[in-house]
């Protein structure tokens, strides 16, 4: 149930009767700059503080009267001071808030030699910091804070939304993710939900923890042994839930061989070149502003990462999601772009190995795809149209005549589309696959199922962004006369009630 924001209308209330001079931005007198220092090691650490008025705040590490560092945001912290890697020198972790609501806090861990050596830089978006643990009983500590993955996904509330844990260990002279080194720890957190309105949180926490404590099979019997809405609701993600997880662990790998913090723009995990063995696809920026597609890997302890495997001219041509890890019969993983360096879609599937990638043609999996790509380019084109850059004519011309080919490319496959009702080319604006997996393979037949979101513009339509209902996409595809073919697939509604707010 959504409530409406009780605050901004008395906020627009209590504006309007402040006198104009005390509305107006050139009259902000900023306040008081408060001071403070405090000694770690051999620097004093100074915050300079005024809340969130102007000049920023700062935390400078001095070394004799003299700042060797200085870190500036909204707010800023001196969380904590001690010997965290056990190599008798200090550490300090310093913390930013960006303000916001529930967002956005950067940590910085430094090592206080001379100079002072970072050794840990990390969004932890929501989670306002780290927390100091011994999880091995031996050696540096760890340090903990959440893994945001789900917040607000899948329909949750941020209240209902669950922190996974991301655990940070010290290797080879950085704290780097180690949260899946540590399975007992990650089974430990599962326990029932304590607040019945926010029971799908729980339950969807409970689930991922399991999966990325390597606990596959245990997480799928936990959710068929829950009933009701419960089971309903996990079931209706649990698909895009297992994309989402795919990363889970691995999403520092990119920063550990020195792509910056904000130089990633997307990234997916699998089994690619070794059953059982993870690595990870990432999307990374590369200097003067193009962008590559790189594998990373864990060898002998160490995260090493490929030449590009494939290039973009720019960061801004990647789209949203990256693509789509999806297992195979052999215990490999293929990889599914979701290319859209043309202005339509296109999902080549890849088979990925260390060095390259080897596009799949007559496969079932690639086969299974086509109509996807032409159905995401309709709705990508049409809703194209509705952008607040697009103010002519003549633009709209061109828009019009790329929907137009892409309907004559799309329309044959409503033919071989069991649920045809589902899909009107002529309006379709949101065509959006989530998640595909294989669910059945052999010689001669297979199946590829997957939930997809679709959406139809409405006549006074006048954004971009398409409304969808879910749907459960089913491809079923047959080797004939020695080529893989589609011979039918359907679009079914997939059904299951909303987050749970039984206190309401």
Not at 72 to 90: I, Q, S, Y
Not at 295 to 315: D, E, I
Not at 378 to 396: M, N, P
């Amino acid at each position: 149930m959504r409530r409406p924001p009780i605050l901004l209308p008395a906020l627009a209330a209590l504006l309007t009767t402040l006198p104009p001079a005390a509305r107006a931005q050139d009259t902000f007198t900023p306040g008081p700059v408060k001071t403070t220092t405090s000694r770690c090691g051999a620097y004093t650490v100074q915050l300079r503080e005024n809340g969130f008025g102007d000049p920023q705040d700062s935390v400078s590490l001095l070394l004799n009267g003299r700042a060797v560092l200085t870190l500036k945001d909204e707010m800023v912290g001196r969380d904590h001071c001690g010997d965290l890697t056990g190599d008798g020198v200090p550490e300090v972790i310093l913390t930013q808030f960006s303000g916001g609501a529930h967002c956005c806090t950067t940590v910085s861990v430094y090592s206080l030699t001379t100079p002072p050596r970072r050794i840990l830089h990390t969004d932890t978006q929501h989670s306002g910091g780290v927390s100091v643990l011994q999880l091995d009983g031996r050696g540096p500590k760890e340090l903990v804070t959440g893994d945001w993955r789900f917040a607000y996904a899948y329909d949750l509330s941020f209240a209902g939304s669950p922190a996974l844990p991301l655990v940070y260990s010290y290797r080879g002279g950085q704290y780097v993710d180690t949260t899946r080194e540590y399975p007992q720890y990650l089974l430990n957190q599962v326990t029932p939900p304590e607040y019945p309105e926010l029971a799908s949180g729980t339950h969807l926490f409970n689930y991922a923890v399991q999966v990325i404590a390597g606990r596959t099979a245990q997480a799928e019997a936990y959710v068929r042994s829950l009933t009701g809405p419960d089971r309903a609701w996990l079931d209706n993600y649990l698909p895009d839930i297992r994309q989402n997880l795919s990363s889970a662990g691995l999403d520092d790998w990119p920063q550990q061989t020195g792509v910056p913090l904000d130089g990633v723009r997307g990234a997916v995990g699998g089994a690619f070149t070794t059953p059982g063995k993870l690595d990870l696809l990432a999307a990374v920026r590369e200097p003067g502003g193009a962008a590559s597609l790189r594998m990373y890997r864990q060898q002998a302890g160490k995260v090493t990462a490929s030449g590009p495997l494939l290039s973009f001219p720019s960061a801004a041509a990647l789209d949203w999601p990256l693509g789509f890890t999806v297992p195979r019969a052999d215990g490999r993983a293929d990889f599914v772009l979701n290319d859209t360096r043309s202005g339509s879609v296109r999902y080549p599937t890849y088979r990925v190995t260390a060095a390259s990638l080897q596009e799949r043609t007559n496969d079932p999996l690639a086969a299974a795809v086509k109509p996807l790509a032409e159905l995401s380019s309709v709705a990508r084109h049409r809703a194209s149209l509705y952008r607040a850059s697009v103010k002519t004519g003549e633009q709209r011309q061109v828009i019009g005549g790329r929907i137009q080919a892409a309907v004559t490319r799309a329309a044959p496959w409503l033919g071989t589309l069991s649920t045809p009702e589902v899909i009107k080319l002529s309006t379709l604006g949101n065509f959006t696959v989530n998640a595909l997996e294989v669910t059945r393979e052999n010689t001669g037949n297979a199946l590829i199922a997957g939930t997809v979101d679709v959406g139809h513009v409405e006549p006074d339509q006048d954004s971009e962004y398409v409304l969808a209902e879910r749907y459960t996409l089913a491809v079923f595809v047959e080797k004939r006369g020695g080529t893989w073919t589609v011979t039918r697939w359907q679009l079914t509604p997939r059904t299951g009630p909303g987050p749970l707010y039984r206190g309401e």
